[in-house]
């Protein structure tokens, strides 16, 4: 017998991930472009990507606010709540069907339902970028925007530095972590399925 269909994302939080998908792909591209390129070798031009990378980032940052508003206010905050009492054993064993059991056509040992729509690895990491690594990237770069509010030293290093390197630190987790979050997309009823999610609010079970 076919499970029914979950309906697991509002509308709200569609709209809120378009965007903050497209914001976070123009955040990377400018970013890179800014770090890697040279003089022969120009993803965006220097003063345009740092002028889109501002504007997409303090986008970012009212958009990111909405959504921590959004858990505070609706149910959705509670699939960010982290048990952690037996979490190494349920980390270990959602690891464990990622990289074996998934293979073998294993059934999924957490299956999505309406009161937890992430499995235990899904939550823990999706809690660790999105309530760390994401403030970590709003503070460097909010400072290093105005760059006045910095101290001049911090831990006997340049506090303009040591600001800079936590930002594109914090970036790159986020962009591995984008990746990676893609790709796990992929892991549904079809490699489809997930995306489709993002438009009709609708999760396809196994």
Known sequence: MAQER????????????????????ILIITGISMQLSTPSVV???????VTIHNIAGIILTINYLLFFIGN?????????????????????????????GIFKGETPPF??????????????SYVFIM?????????TGWALLYPITIPTTLIGT?????????????G????????IHI???????SPLSNFKSMIDGYHEPH
């Open 111 to 124: 299956p999505i339902t309406r009161e937890n729509k992430f499995n235990p690895l899904q939550r823990f």
């Open 6 to 25: 979950l309906y697991l994302y509002p509308v709200w939080l569609r709209l809120w991930h378009l965007i903050n998908a497209l914001l976070c792909l």
């Open 183 to 189: 790709y796990f997309c992929t892991i549904g009823k």
């Open 131 to 139: 309530y760390l690594f994401v403030p970590i990237v709003f503070i």
């Open 158 to 170: 340049s506090g303009l530095h040591l600001t800079d390197l936590l930002h594109i630190i914090a």
């Open 172 to 179: 790159y987790i986020i962009s591995i972590f984008m990746v």
């Open 43 to 49: 993803l965006v031009g220097f003063n345009t990507a």
């Open 72 to 100: 505070l206010f609706t149910y959705n905050g509670k699939h960010y709540q982290i048990e952690f009492r037996g979490l190494i054993k349920r980390l270990i064993t959602q690891v464990k069907y990622y990289t074996f």
